[in-house]
């Protein structure tokens, strides 16, 4: 039987519409996470009605802001076989041609978030956007010493992202922690999980939205216990202060938050929830004006 939802969710954010795109799902496996013990993470996970071994969801977002066409990642493309490289064709359905996208802002390199900037001839995808990146990503995914010095297991990762920002060398724009780089667009540094790892803070008409990237990846389990975190973590007591932060601030500001790892469509809220927290999905609404909107 086909799946009910087609993996493109939209959202009014004040003027602008952002759009979820789901890129795939895969299997994860309970000893990539590090600080919490297998048992209790499986018994967190179980607790939430969570599948074992746990499935990680990979998401982008389109942005049509301020008549700008942007996108904040591009998933795995041809990185990790079928299940996932999906993006392509969400934007197809959802009408929108690689042409058209002026700008595509990067949380950060690994692999399922860069390889959709190829082509299947390993040329760039979106020939007329710019690449928008941390400073601090750069300098290490393309830095040949520093993948000198990596553990063979880490190589393939340097790999990707080589190759997927190669054919963007010529237009690509590096950016800081708190940099506005489009109207309404921030970036929000997150540091850990990889050295220029960024959030993307989007806001239009009153309205904000804080893109987060990888804070979370399996949200059954680092909502309640922020101290989880995951062995590809390049630096992971710097990746689980960024969680905190992100989490706190989230919480505190009630901001509308979405994220690569969380489960689709991805937007919702975080609250406070014992020594952790715990994400309320946004509610869906038929249109934009509530249930009783004139047709």
């Known amino acids: 039987?086909?799946?009910?939802?087609?993996?493109?969710?939209?959202?009014?954010?004040?003027?602008?519409?952002?759009?979820?795109?789901?890129?795939?799902?895969?299997?994860?496996?309970?000893?990539?996470?590090?600080?919490?013990?297998?048992?209790?993470?499986?018994?967190?996970?179980?607790?939430g009605f969570r599948l074992l071994p746990p499935r990680i969801t990979v998401s982008c977002f389109l942005l049509r802001v301020g008549g700008r066409t942007v996108l904040v990642d591009t998933g795995a493309g041809a990185n990790f076989g079928h299940v996932l490289g999906a993006t392509k064709a969400r934007l197809a359905a959802a009408g929108v041609a690689p042409e058209s996208i002026g700008t595509v802002l990067l949380t950060h390199a690994h692999g399922d978030h860069v390889g959709g900037l190829l082509d299947a001839a390993g040329g760039a995808a979106f020939p007329n956007a710019e690449l928008v990146i941390d400073a601090r990503e750069t300098a290490f995914w393309l830095?040949?010493?520093?993948?000198?010095?990596?553990?063979?297991?880490?190589?393939?990762?340097?790999?990707?992202?080589?190759?997927?920002?190669?054919?963007?060398?010529?237009?690509?724009?590096?950016v800081h922690d708190g940099e506005e780089v489009l109207p309404g667009v921030t970036a929000f540094g997150l540091p850990g999980h990889t050295p220029g790892h960024t959030g993307w803070l989007i806001t239009s008409g009153g309205s904000t939205l804080l893109i987060w990237a990888d804070v979370v990846h399996l949200p059954g389990l680092q909502f309640a216990r922020p101290d989880a975190r995951?062995?590809?973590?390049?630096?992971?007591?710097?990746?689980?202060?960024?969680?905190r932060r992100a989490l706190d601030v989230a919480a505190t500001d009630r901001l509308l938050v979405a994220g690569m790892h969380l489960?689709?469509?991805?937007?919702?809220?975080v609250r406070r929830a014992g020594t952790g927290y715990a994400f309320e999905p946004l509610v869906w609404t038929p249109t934009d004006e509530g249930l009783f909107s004139p047709v």
């Open 230 to 243: 995951l062995a590809f973590d390049i630096d992971g007591a710097e990746a689980e202060a960024s969680r």
């Open 1 to 47: 039987m086909p799946h009910a939802n087609p993996g493109i969710h939209h959202i009014k954010l004040g003027d602008a519409v952002v759009t979820a795109l789901n890129d795939g799902q895969f299997d994860a496996d309970i000893s990539w996470v590090v600080g919490v013990p297998a048992a209790d993470a499986e018994a967190t996970l179980r607790e």
């Open 143 to 174: 830095d040949k010493d520093i993948e000198a010095k990596a553990p063979d297991m880490a190589r393939q990762g340097f790999a990707h992202a080589q190759n997927a920002l190669a054919p963007y060398a010529e237009r690509t724009r590096l």
């Open 263 to 269: 489960d689709f469509p991805t937007f919702g809220h």
